[in-house]
């Protein structure tokens, strides 16, 4: 099993520009979460998703951040435009809800931002 | 609100002590309770979690959780720590929602 994919590991930008990470979550997962982490707060969750569609995207920051899944095998976190406190760690994470073994996370390696 | 704390923020040990840290969280209801490690440079995985039935769990690498209803805990142990347990520890609950709500974390540093 191939696991969580997320690209890019490293992205070095400058404010102003546009962010686009992505994520492939491990296939048959049904869910998929955005996480992201910073010394400050710690692991935040930004968004979720079940079976493509957004159920809860009250940790997003602000409207400068949005997410879309266009199908079961590929997410991505936008940030438009990027400021130098969006640099953190991103984290792609996804699950299977089956009865006992949900919220069972299955994390990315991370992608790791730093807005300049 | 939903929270979860972790009040140890940076651990450090030498090889062969005892580890315990701790994690609570807001309120009670029926809870699924996680512990997931980041070792340097990777990403989350998890450790151990309770769901249901005993509330002494078992991880991976010797690691074990108590989850204490009355005090909303579930804190992590593990008798004789390595070198290599040097990591990141989250703490983490679900209230039979959709969301993972993680703690802060602990670093732990062992030291040969």
């Known amino acids: 099993d191939a696991g969580v994919i997320q690209s890019p590991r490293h992205e070095v930008t400058e404010m102003g520009q546009e962010v686009t990470l992505r994520c492939k979550p491990i296939?048959?997962?049904?869910?998929l979460f955005w996480y992201r982490q910073t010394m400050m707060r710690g692991l935040e969750l930004l968004i979720y998703?079940?079976?493509?569609?957004?159920?809860?995207d009250s940790g997003m920051p602000e409207d400068r951040f949005s997410a879309k899944m266009p199908n079961a095998s590929f997410s991505t976190l936008k940030i438009q435009p990027s400021e130098p406190r969006d640099s953190a760690v991103y984290f792609c994470?996804?699950?299977?809800?089956?009865?006992?073994?949900?919220?069972?996370?299955?994390f990315g390696e991370g992608s790791r931002l730093t807005v300049l | 609100a939903q929270s979860v704390s972790q009040h140890n923020h940076h651990v450090i040990l030498s090889e062969a002590a005892s580890l315990e840290l701790g994690c609570n969280y807001s309120?009670?209801?029926?809870?699924?309770l996680f512990w997931y490690v980041q070792y340097p440079g990777q990403h989350l995985q998890l450790l151990l979690k309770?769901?249901?039935?005993?509330?002494l769990v078992k991880g991976i690498k010797g690691f074990e959780a108590e989850f204490i209803k009355s005090k909303f805990s579930f804190n992590l142990r593990k008798p004789s720590v390595q070198w290599s347990d040097t990591a990141e520890y989250f703490c983490?609950?679900?209230?039979?929602?959709?969301?993972?709500?993680f703690g802060t974390g602990t670093r732990l540093q062992v030291f040969p």
């Open positions: 994470a996804s699950s299977l809800a089956l009865a006992g073994e949900m919220w069972e996370l299955f």
């Open positions: 983490a609950v679900n209230w039979n929602t959709d969301k993972l709500i």
């Open positions: 998703f079940n079976n493509n569609v957004p159920i809860d």
């Open positions: 309770y769901f249901s039935g005993d509330p």
């Open positions: 309120y009670g209801g029926t809870v699924n």
């Open positions: 296939s048959g997962h049904d869910y």
